[in-house]
């Protein structure tokens, strides 16, 4: 094994794909400034209490943990910046109004989520804290689109569901809850006969739980499937304020390709409402999810209203046209300090001058040499090649 070689499922981002990675971040960065979300930026390691509040099983399945030499006390590299940017509204800034917050940093996975994903991910995200209602749902929604726009995705289409639906069943039966891990399990892979044997166990859910839990798992398509949901599940409170919540943001989005999964637990004990799934052919999951979370922020000590989304900002690069050489000035090296005040006046103009290094003029791949910087009656002035 040479010393080159990198660890599974982690690679280097080599020069023109890591451009186009940073001016993307720049570009979308820029783009939540607009909307008058503020830059936050968390630690890469935090203790693991800290990291882990309020968030469930998974994200405590993907940390990679460590021993702080300093402290004695148990670390964890994030797997995820939510959290972390829900602490500091919680914690630190302390707001009592709307807060809006962006992040964009480096997250590390101990087992890649599938086959074609990376452990190392550029987690780029927003949320909105401090405000209940469908307009931060909406308002979330909208820069989701404007954000695949500008990065160059073509017909995305938006999964919508709601964890409430599932919980309200599960809920309702008693004998249900000590099998949730179970139930999810089986809900996430469809798996209706497992469904089905979980019934005939002792002490297992009822019937009618089963029932229920098998329809959820057919209710996937366009909006008529609220209206169906309505009629086949089972008249309780929470599943209607779930299917509301629903309605009411769809018909805000009178125009999107939508569709409705019920079935959908991705969520299941983290988020609170309305979660979405944003696909686009070339990417072979989900591109950007998000949804609204409103239980996380207690354990930081004070409970916050909260929706947001994020993405992996290097996945998304990943799926779009490979990044074009840019265009350079060709200058050459010398003392003169009249060529370098005409290489420091591009530079300061935003061009990209190169001074080739004797016996190297033609080595570059990342950039195409359009223009040249050269001597012209005792002048040094740039023209076309």
Known sequence: MGNWLLPESLADILPAEARRIEELRRE??????????????????????SLLSGTGTDLNLRTCKLIDQLSGRTLGVRADMTPQVSRIDAHLLNRPGVTRLCYCGTVLHAKPVDLLSSRELLQIGAE??????????????????????????????????????????????????????????????KDIPGLDDLARRPNGPSAHTVNALRTLTTLYGDSSELARARR???????????????????????????????GDVGGYGYHSGVTFALYAEGWHNALVTGGRYDN??????????????????????????????????????GQDA????????L????????????????????????????????AWTVRKI
């Not at 061009?351 to 016996?359: A, F, K």
């Open 128 to 189: 909105i804290y401090g405000h209940a209602g469908v307009e931060a749902d909406l308002e979330i929604i909208r820069l989701v689109l404007e954000t695949v726009r500008i990065a160059g995705v073509v017909r995305p289409r938006l999964d919508l569901c709601h964890p409430g639906v599932v919980r309200a069943i599960v809920d309702a039966d008693p004998a249900a809850q000590p099998h949730i891990e179970t139930i999810m399990g089986l809900l996430r892979e």
């Open 28 to 49: 979308l960065l820029d783009l939540y400034r607009t909307y008058g979300y503020e830059l936050v930026a968390p630690p890469l390691v935090e203790y693991i209490d």
């Open 338 to 345: 009249a060529l370098a005040q005409a290489v420091r006046e």
């Open 232 to 262: 086949e599940l089972p008249a309780l409170p929470g599943i209607e304020r779930a299917l509301d919540s629903l309605d009411a943001l769809l018909s805000y989005l009178p125009d999107l390709p939508v569709s409705i999964d019920l």
């Open 296 to 333: 996380v922020s207690r354990a930081f000590g004070r409970a916050r209203p909260a929706t947001g989304f994020s993405l992996d900002l290097r996945r998304l690069a990943a799926g779009l046209a490979p990044a074009e050489r840019a265009s350079a000035v060709r200058a050459p090296w």
């Open 347 to 378: 530079r300061q103009g935003g061009d990209i001058v190169i001074q080739t290094l004797p016996g190297h003029e033609h080595d570059q791949d990342e950039f195409i040499f359009d223009r040249e910087l050269a001597q012209q009656d005792g």
